[in-house]
């Protein structure tokens, strides 16, 4: 966040459904320091005088929430950080308990911020994780650092390296993700295909989803032609298909991770039909302020990603 915005916008009670674009970066040297803003001590802003990320909200001129976290960097302390990339999302709380999602980006600098020509705010520097609890900041903001730091610990890298060599780590066999393919394609009214899962289906029977699949030994767009021609007879332009959304998905402790990757296809022909009736028994269109119930949940955090500009959700990991 930043001075000029007292605190991010939240939805209005009047208007059900509604987000506010907001995004953060998570800034590390790559070797345990991560970079964090000292707020000016004012009455009203969000969070005054707090250790916390660089960030802000996103404005008209903003396509998405990369060009908002860039644009923030850019105003704020001169930066640009060319690897900056998704990493969570988290949510930020009003007084009355309203939450918002705000998009958080990591990315990698090792220069000297007292060089940098802060405009806002009082200074930035390095802090480990280890210090940062005699810091004065918000508790969220500790725990998504520590939660990178984790993820990105030198020992817990020497450990992936490991594994890509020999495919274990100390004895423990490596834990691969499936990789499932989601088609998201919207009709003339933009509302979204969803289909009615079969009532005996190993996973969310009688609840609507995505059509969906899973890679085999093929491209993750080859998987999505093939399925949406085997569940639903469309017939779908791999060319005009493009990445809307990824939900990283984790089914309970200790359930078998999963990249869900949701794709919107531009182009396409045909309609719906049921062809594989032992999982699907029907398709419909539904508007996104009106989606049927059940409704498998990650399906409903991609839908609400996808209209808020996120690329990246994550759900159970927590």
Not at 50 to 76: I, N, Y
Not at 77 to 92: N, R, S
Not at 280 to 303: E, F, N, Q, S
Request: glycine content about 10%.
């Amino acid at each position: 966040m930043n001075d000029k915005t007292p605190q991010p916008t939240f939805p209005s009670p009047t208007a059900p459904g509604a987000e506010t674009a907001n995004a953060s970066a998570l800034i590390h040297d790559g070797a345990g320091a991560y970079l964090l803003h000292l707020r000016d001590d004012i009455p009203g802003i969000w969070e005054p005088g707090s250790w916390s990320l660089l960030g802000g909200g996103r404005e008209p001129g903003d396509r998405t929430l990369a060009e908002t976290v860039r644009r923030e960097l850019r105003e704020e302390a001169g930066l640009d950080i060319p690897d900056l990339a998704p990493f969570t999302v988290e949510e930020a709380h009003s007084d009355d308990g309203t939450a918002v999602p705000i998009q958080i980006f990591a990315g990698r600098w090792t220069g000297d911020p007292a060089t940098l020509p802060l405009t806002e705010g009082v200074m930035l520097h390095w802090f480990r994780p280890d210090v940062m609890p005699r810091l004065r900041m918000a508790p969220s903001t500790l725990a998504l650092i520590r939660r990178h730091a984790e993820l990105h610990s030198p020992a817990r890298c020497a450990d992936a390296s490991s594994t890509a060599s020999t495919g274990a780590v100390r004895g423990v066999s490596t834990v691969l993700n499936v990789v499932g393919v989601h088609l998201y394609v919207e009709n003339v009214d933009g509302e979204v295909l969803l289909g009615l899962r079969h009532p005996d289906s190993a996973y969310a029977g009688s609840t609507w989803h995505f059509l969906a699949g899973h890679c085999e030994q093929e491209s993750a767009v080859s998987c999505l032609v093939r399925e949406a021609h085997e569940e639903a007879g469309l017939v779908i332009d791999p060319g005009a298909v493009e990445l809307a959304h990824v939900v990283h998905l984790l089914h309970g402790a200790g359930g078998r991770p999963r990249m869900q990757m949701v794709f919107r296809a531009r182009r396409w022909a045909g309609t719906p039909e049921i062809r594989e009736p032992d999982k699907c028994t029907g398709w419909d269109w539904w508007h996104p302020d009106a989606l049927p119930a059940p409704l498998v949940p990650y399906t409903r955090a991609a839908i609400e990603g996808i209209r808020a500009g996120r690329r990246y959700t994550e759900v159970g990991w927590s």
